[in-house]
């Protein structure tokens, strides 16, 4: 049986390997280095696990590997999560760990998602959930209308989907942002969308719901180098299992029982403002902007 007392989990990781800028050798190194053991890797809009499947067989023997549908073990047990982040059409990312469905695209209701997500048994995160990901091209924040919409979402899917601490919204970065906005003709409330998603999830639970906030990095790797900050946001947690199935339905039950432990840590500002601000900002000349 896999058990890992206190894993170090980090579960919005965009490594770029597809893109052939980092492979899956560099990814399990940065791992190892920063003392992970188990990774979701993520593509925007696109499944991965495909991919890191036909690494994986290339790099160790069959019969070490333990797989499934919802990711692999390694011989020396790190685990990667199969996983996937999709826009969808209200334009609020989402996360959906231990699987990844290719079948839906940006025009897919969220609550499709999350519905297809709770009943194949993944961990299920609202990311970045502040956050404006279609105006201002994440930017800015969401309006109180949208605010009001996400609340009761929440309330709706309590206790099977969580809320997401993001190492990239760093907050004096967007305070910095708000002046350039405002000229541009967009108003901007507040700047510490991770605050606000605490409070969130705090003011739920006061409630009655129950919508864990998880911290991970959302770490953009366009280069081996970006890869050394992968888990600078992560949380803790027992794990146990057989397969990759169960490992990720003990991270699931600890995580809404509360029995984990947020790692709230950012990235450097520079590691932010290169792995995804200037890509995304100047998206004409940056192929693969959002990963």
Not at 81 to 99: K, M, P, Q
Not at 137 to 162: F, M, N, P
Request: glycine share 8%.
């Amino acid at each position: 049986m896999y058990e890992r007392i206190g894993a170090n989990i980090d579960v919005h990781v965009h490594p770029f390997v597809m893109e052939g800028w980092n492979t899956l050798e560099d990814t399990i190194s940065a791992m190892r280095n920063n003392r992970l053991q188990i990774v979701a890797l993520e593509s925007y809009n696109h499944s991965l696990f495909p991919y890191v499947l036909k690494e994986l067989e290339r790099l160790y023997p069959l019969h070490r590997l333990v797989r499934d549908s919802y990711g692999v073990v390694l011989p020396d047990g790190e685990v990667i999560l199969n996983a996937r982040e999709y826009n969808t059409r209200e334009d609020f990312h989402i996360l959906s760990v231990g699987c990844a469905f290719d079948d839906v695209g940006e025009e897919t209701p969220i609550e499709e998602i999350i519905e297809r997500g709770i009943e194949k048994g993944a961990l299920v995160i609202l990311d970045h959930p502040f956050v404006d990901n279609f105006t201002t091209k994440t930017a800015g924040h969401i309006s109180d209308e949208q605010e009001g919409w996400l609340t009761e979402l929440c309330r709706k899917y309590s206790g099977e989907v969580a809320l997401e601490w993001n190492g990239y919204s760093i907050p004096w970065l967007r305070l910095g942002l708000r002046l350039p906005l405002a000229l541009l003709g967009h108003r901007t409330r507040y700047h510490d969308v991770n605050r606000h998603a605490k409070e969130l999830s705090g003011r739920l639970a006061r409630e009655g719901y129950n919508v864990p906030l998880l911290a991970d990095t959302d770490l953009h790797a366009r280069n081996k180098g970006l890869l050394r900050e992968i888990g600078a946001a992560r949380f803790i947690t027992d794990v146990q299992g057989e397969s990759p199935a169960e490992i990720v339905s003990s991270i699931k039950r600890n995580i809404f029982e509360g029995n984990y432990l947020n790692i709230e840590r950012y990235p450097s500002s520079a590691h932010v403002l290169f792995g995804y601000c200037i890509p995304v900002l100047f998206s004409r000349y940056f192929p693969k902007p959002r990963a």
